[in-house]
């Protein structure tokens, strides 16, 4: 499953692209602070990050969760 970055932004508060494009960083949705990024390689399944401030770290599937967004971006087939 691949979020698109229009996707993405929906999830991550005040979210920008980083210099070379290839991150979308915003605030973390643990702790409100702004550092949080997801990867918007091919493979961005496995790549949210987050882990100056608070240490909070996870994949799409566990923020999405953790948001409570999953009906909404996921289909039975991903779940």
């Known amino acids: 499953m691949k979020l698109s970055q229009n996707q993405i932004e929906q999830l991550v508060k005040d979210s920008w692209l ?3 494009g290839k991150n979308l960083n915003g ?8 550092e ?7 493979n961005h399944l ?8 608070c240490g ?3 994949n ?7 948001l409570g967004k999953s009906k909404e971006f996921l ?3 991903d779940i």
């Open 75 to 77: 289909s039975e087939r």
């Open 18 to 20: 980083d210099d070379k």
């Open 36 to 42: 949080s990024g997801i990867s918007l390689d091919d």
């Open 46 to 53: 496995f790549n949210c990050y987050r882990k100056k401030k």
């Open 56 to 58: 909070f770290s996870c």
């Open 60 to 66: 799409i599937f566990t923020l999405l969760k953790f």
């Open 27 to 34: 605030c973390c949705p643990k702790c409100g602070h702004s």
